[in-house]
């Protein structure tokens, strides 16, 4: 112990009761702390990330999402928005209403007197269309239904996005606060033994309080640590639809996340074929072409046909009458020349949602391959090798080695590196959420 005892004691600290004297009495106390801290640290370093507490009512992310798909709020607007913009297919297909129109006069003066007769009149008229307006009616509802419906998609896939990237927060959330937890309880393992030598005089006073202050920056990080898990909970919970959060809600997921085996080019042709958005901006051009030829037709001439019974005293006739506008000034020019110039921006758009689609794709992989070395240095190398620096601190501190402070700062390390590795763990999960989004499918199993 002879080692230790230098490590540990200060320059101007002299015991009268000689060199080691304190170290000797405190040994069975040290023994038995440093036993327990070594064990917590042993696991710790065997494990390479905090384990994370889990519950028999756990979620999954699936599970996450698909509740929040079917209790969203947002989402349940939406759909009723997509519903009423399908209605207007029904209204689109409607034919036009006949007319009936009935008249009547000296309905009260006998068929005989001088006056004349009393005489009435009915009349049935009804409007054709032509140009086939109601077929354009209906191409253009339902264009607008498909545009609305991939829309809709866009939205159900940005809140899905949203509900992975609060899943995944929460999940950090829960690894950081156990993480904090182990933190603190090992330092107050540390204030324990730095607490015997000081009561046996091994230490001054100032270095004592020096660490004891210290407990107040631990305890305000499993405090901090714990507000996160609380907002990051109820964050996902409001997302899912719970209408009132609670500190009962659990999830549970793995922390390392697993490789992506889509290339670029794989993921660049799913996009494609899967984007909403690039779906919608493709259904826009099929409704500016169904809104061009609707102007075309409405510049048609729509005639009205009328039937119409008479009868005066005992005198039946019938007739018909036929109505036919005169388009001479209004041919629906301008409404022409607009859906021309609509339909031709459309095709525009359709242009810039796909060159959209291979950015979104390229940066979010790019970003996923950044950060996905990262995660991997993490767990091929960092993580190892602050297990390997605990194990060698352990193995020199209990052979006299090594001081006891210089031991804790080694799990300190640790704890460090696996916090870094959790961030790098998140960060690249955060990664495959927004690739997955970007190409619109699901981009690890």
Known sequence: MSRICFNLRRNDETDSRGPCSAMVRLSSTLSML????????????????????????????????????????????????????????????????????????????????????YFYSAQLSRLFERGQKRRWRLDSATSTTDQTRDQYALEEQQTVLTVKQAFTSMLLAKSALKLAQDNLRDFRHELEISKARYDAGDIGKLDYERLDLQLAQFESDESAAEASLSQSSYQLQTLIGVDHPNNSFAIVGDMVPPPVASSLTDLEQKALAARPDYKAAQDGIRVADANVKLAYANGTTDPTLEGEY?????????????????????????????????????????????????????????????????????????????????SIAQFAYEHGGLALLDYLNAIQDNRTTTLNALNAYAQTWMAIHQLSYATATEVVP
């Open 310 to 390: 008479d009868r005066s005293g005992t005198v039946n006739s019938a007739g018909f009458n036929i109505s036919i506008p005169l388009r001479i000034f209004d041919r629906n020019q301008g409404n022409k020349e607009t859906s021309k110039y609509l339909a031709q921006a459309s095709r525009f758009t359709e242009i810039a949602a796909r060159n959209q689609v291979y950015s979104d794709v390229d940066q979010a992989y790019v970003g996923y391959t950044t950060s996905k070395v990262l995660a991997d240095r993490y767990n091929g190398h960092y993580l190892d090798e602050a297990k390997d620096v605990l």
């Open 34 to 117: 440093v036993l327990s801290l070594a064990a917590s640290s042993v696991m710790w370093a065997q494990s390479g990330i905090p384990p994370i507490p889990t519950s028999p009512n756990a979620l999954t992310l699936q599970q996450v999402v698909e509740q929040a798909k079917a209790k969203n709020p947002t989402l349940l607007a939406a759909q009723q928005n997509l519903l009423s913009v399908r209605a207007q297919e029904i209204q689109a297909g409607l034919r036009q209403n006949p007319y009936l129109a009935a008249t009547g006069s000296n309905v009260s003066i006998p068929s005989s007197s001088p006056a004349g007769p």
